[in-house]
């Protein structure tokens, strides 16, 4: 029978202790050199706390006199889809760093123990103190890791507790706060109820951050995980693509300014212009924001030549606008009607054409029952040379018509910038109708002037 091994020296976890990091605590207490001599006298390796369910908690449990249940709650448990439950989340396995870990310094001084949340990889500040979380020794530039000899020293003995600190105030860094302190006074909240990110959830937060931020990556030539980055440029990242979503939807504008404008190629064959319409329009994960599509298809139908996009094979914008709902984007407007943008606002400003203001969202949307009309109208329109047939007129009459508004004119090069002139045919028949009345009248009086 094997004895019984317990630590001299031992302590209950703290509630939101991390557990690699209870036992790095319990390891220095005892004054072990590394926290993984405690593991091998559990006959566990490392990688046990992702693997809670299958593991005996027992023998560990008397090494450190802890319930095996507390110590098995502090593990990040699976679920079905293969993800892990970290806080209320489940996340994908990289999202959880325990062994390069990250400290908050000022944490570290009130209380020496390691925070459950410097495990996870999103959580690059911390909240409390509003800094910058530290994962690498400032002395020697060394990552920081789990199986140390003290929690407050580098094997290089650099006091950790002597760090510099960096203050955060940005959106990244409030908005990820609200998922931690969901009823938190808001202080946070407050300063930031504007930004457009705030009203999504969670999961839609980091899926939206994540995938924009595997973009930014890609984009600039780099590796697509973000979790392979160090603490300060991973929140670098974060907070670019957070100020992206800022002042919706003027600096994302600017955002896609940027990457055709890096770029020679100035049509959807654009690289970083293609490669992120393939995210919009194909990836899972994006699918489901629609602001983010409509903008992007704002963005192509104010800077870019719309005959471009005819040229791709593959045109799922154009299916996106019309597949169902009442509104479609200005693109959407662009590609129904044939035009570009400033016949559409030529549309708008004459008023044959309604608009609605999406809230929040600053997007501007055009009902499609409106776009039905009005494309049957430019389908119906007539010439200059027809409309002075039919009204028996000439040149000269027609403009001082036109001029005085009996007709309706629905492009030209005057208008909208189109080479021909297009008139509303039902404008020309009405107006032809009525000169046949007064002409019929002035017959009759010219007959009977009495
Ligand atoms: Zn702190
Ligand atoms: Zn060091």
Redesign the pocket.
Known sequence: MEAEVKLVLTDMPKPDEALLGYLLRLSQLNLYKSPKFILSLAGLKEYFIFEAESTNFTKLSIITSTNPDILKSMAYPRDDKGRYKIYNFSVPRNYIQPYNTRICPLCLKESMYIRKAWDYSLYTTCFYHGVLLIDT?P??G?KIRWDRQNISY???S?NYLQSPITPVEDPYHKINSRFYFPKYPSEHERNIENHLLNCLSYDEFFSLIITISKSITILLGGKSSIFTLDNSTRHELLELVTLIFHNWPINFFEFLSWCKMSDSKKTLNNKRIAYLYRRFYFDSELLRFDFVRYAFEEYLALYWDISDFFEIKDIKIRDSCFSDGKYVSLLGACFYLNVRAESIVYFVVSGMLDFTVQEQLEIILFYKEQLYELRQRLNQAIGMKEAKEILKISNKQLMKLIDEGHITVLRSPEHDGSKKWLLCKDSVMDLSYKMKIISFIQQLFSFNPR
């Open positions: 020794c002395d020697c060394k580098c094997p290089c650099y």
